[in-house]
């Protein structure tokens, strides 16, 4: 199990683009069998930031598969015009409780 904390900086007039599209993602993500979790938020005071925290139960499936999915390709063909930097991605394994390995 992994999680990702995605950071995004949406471009000014880019904020309602961003959320429907991404919205459209989060909503299949939902639905995939590997998925776990997620949780968007509002940076507060930050209109235009936002935190994406997504659990999924393997990387393996998450770079070969989930990534890969016709359901993005919009999403990601539109990060360029959406957000004003790169996004930050920290991924996160669990340590506590104890996981088996």
């Not at 776990?36 to 770079?63: C, M, Y």
Request: glycine share 2%.
């Amino acid at each position: 199990m992994e999680t990702y904390i995605i950071r995004f900086t949406v471009r000014p007039g880019q904020r309602e683009r961003f959320l429907g599209l991404l919205t459209a993602v989060l909503e299949q993500m939902r639905k995939e069998k590997t998925f776990i979790d997620a949780r968007l938020a509002q940076v507060a005071d930050k209109p235009n930031e936002f935190v994406l925290h997504e659990t999924w139960a393997s990387r393996e499936d998450v770079v070969n598969v989930q990534l890969n999915r016709p359901y993005r390709r919009d999403w990601h063909a539109a990060l360029p015009d959406l957000l004003e930097c790169e996004r930050d991605i920290t991924i996160l394994s669990p340590c506590w409780p104890a996981m088996s390995a």
